[in-house]
């Protein structure tokens, strides 16, 4: 293995219960509720999961919700739009923290 990443670990997801299961069993039963149909569709909340495992850098979340997008029909333009859409907030939260800098700056410098 190259890396700590193991894509075959994915498939041992459900094996989190092992050592809590009361905890990974409310876990399985959130995660479903927030997948279900409700305001949005199953296909606009697996496009939504796919950029926000770009935003937090998950691989195994990268690679269900790339399958699980083109299984919803999803198109490629569709799920890089929705990556380039995390990659804007991303990269704008990190840009608007530098206020905290320049007002530190500002004040230093008086």
Same mark, same amino acid.
């Given at each position: 293995m190259d890396t700590y990443y193991n894509p075959?670990?994915?498939k041992k997801f459900?094996? $989190?219960a092992e050592f809590q299961p009361e905890f990974a069993e409310k876990f399985f039963? &959130? &995660? #479903? @509720?927030?997948f279900a149909e409700g305001a949005l569709? @199953?296909?606009e909340k697996s496009l939504i999961a796919l950029a926000v495992s770009h935003a937090v850098q998950c691989p195994?979340? $990268?690679d269900a919700y790339t399958s699980d997008t083109l299984e919803? #029909?999803?198109?490629e333009p569709e799920m890089m739009e929705a990556v380039h859409v995390a990659a804007a907030i991303r990269g704008g939260a990190t840009l608007v923290h530098s206020v905290q800098m320049?007002?530190?700056v500002k004040d230093l410098s008086m």
């Amino acid at each position: 293995m190259d890396t700590y990443y193991n894509p075959d670990d994915l498939k041992k997801f459900g094996s $989190i219960a092992e050592f809590q299961p009361e905890f990974a069993e409310k876990f399985f039963s &959130y &995660y #479903g @509720a927030v997948f279900a149909e409700g305001a949005l569709t @199953a296909r606009e909340k697996s496009l939504i999961a796919l950029a926000v495992s770009h935003a937090v850098q998950c691989p195994y979340c $990268i690679d269900a919700y790339t399958s699980d997008t083109l299984e919803k #029909g999803c198109t490629e333009p569709e799920m890089m739009e929705a990556v380039h859409v995390a990659a804007a907030i991303r990269g704008g939260a990190t840009l608007v923290h530098s206020v905290q800098m320049m007002n530190k700056v500002k004040d230093l410098s008086m």
